[in-house]
């Protein structure tokens, strides 16, 4: 009988928090780290509280790493009471934070002689899926390093494909996801924003529009959320979509590919940082594109 491996987690986010929820309740022995006391203290019931990234990191099998930007990725492994002097060659390093192909690579080189087991894993399906082991995972890495971490995966994902080889190919797969995401949910903004300077019953328009073509999960879900004004049940926070397009920009000048569409979202979503926003559901776009300041 093949033993789990044991995990550290490092990260206790939105998302964070139920993921690492669900690989202890599928009977992994995690060990969990997050600079918030709380949040550390509020999955002692199923997982190993640790003081220090380190002290979690030590000895662990596989250590996953699901932070919100590049920044915190490299002061998670190299900052002050970083994780990187707890690595062996032995380690297994899964990220599963979106923070773009360029950070990946850049961990890859800084790694070299200390492990060269990383496997890029970004998720897409928000905090509800993360609870329910229902997360789509993009998987970059080598066959051998995909295989250490598949039992891993499959507790998080109902589906998890490798996507690529290399470290870096999931991100680039989650850049497109979230270029998606990030136009389709301006769309409704705007498109609800239009509906209602017409003077049209927003959620009439809502519910019939969502039976036709021009139906989307983002329009469902955001749309609905628009409707109702639910700006501050914030179930993804405008600042993921301010940094994700911003990644999107990023990655789409390294390949010289134009963009217009995620450019035009892009500068959405930063006027609603601009305002104060950054903390509110992402669904607040609606408000930006109505010229509306609070």
């Known amino acids: 009988m093949t033993t789990a491996p044991s995990i550290a987690w490092i990260g206790l986010g939105a998302i964070g928090t139920p993921m690492a929820r669900t690989a202890a ?41 699901m932070v919100a930007t590049p920044e915190q990725l490299d002061s998670v492994l190299f900052g002050d009471g970083g994780i990187a002097p707890a690595l062996t060659a032995q380690t297994t390093l899964l990220i599963m934070s979106t923070v773009g192909p360029v950070s990946i690579e850049e961990t890859v080189r800084a790694l070299e002689g200390v492990t060269g087991h990383i496997v890029d894993a970004p998720v897409s399906g928000g905090a509800a899926r993360a609870a329910q082991g229902d997360l789509l995972v993009m998987v970059g890495g080598a066959e051998a390093d995909v295989e250490t971490v598949r039992p891993v995966l499959d507790a998080l994902a109902s589906h998890a494909p490798v996507v690529g080889p290399r470290p870096g190919d999931g991100q680039r797969f989650k850049i497109v996801n979230q270029l998606l995401c990030g136009v389709h949910i301006a769309a409704a903004g705007e498109a609800l924003a239009l509906a209602d300077s017409m003077g049209l019953d927003l959620k009439q328009v809502h519910e019939v529009l969502g039976t036709g073509a021009a139906a989307s999960f983002m329009f469902g879900d955001r749309g609905q959320r628009m409707v109702d004004g639910a700006f501050d049940d914030v179930r993804s926070a405008l600042t993921i979509f301010v940094k994700d397009m911003g990644l999107v ?30 903390r509110r559901d992402d669904s607040i776009v609606y408000k930006v594109l109505r010229g509306q300041t609070d």
Do not use: C, H, K, M
């Open 25 to 65: 309740e599928a009977g992994f022995a995690v060990t969990a780290f997050d600079l918030n006391p709380e949040a550390r203290q509020a999955l002692a019931d199923v997982t190993t509280p640790a003081e220090t990234a380190p002290a979690a990191a030590e000895g662990a099998d596989i250590v996953v790493i």
């Open 249 to 278: 920009s990023e990655a789409a000048a390294q390949v010289s590919q134009d963009v217009p569409l995620a450019a035009s979202a892009e500068q959405v979503y930063q006027r609603g940082s601009e305002l104060g926003w950054d």
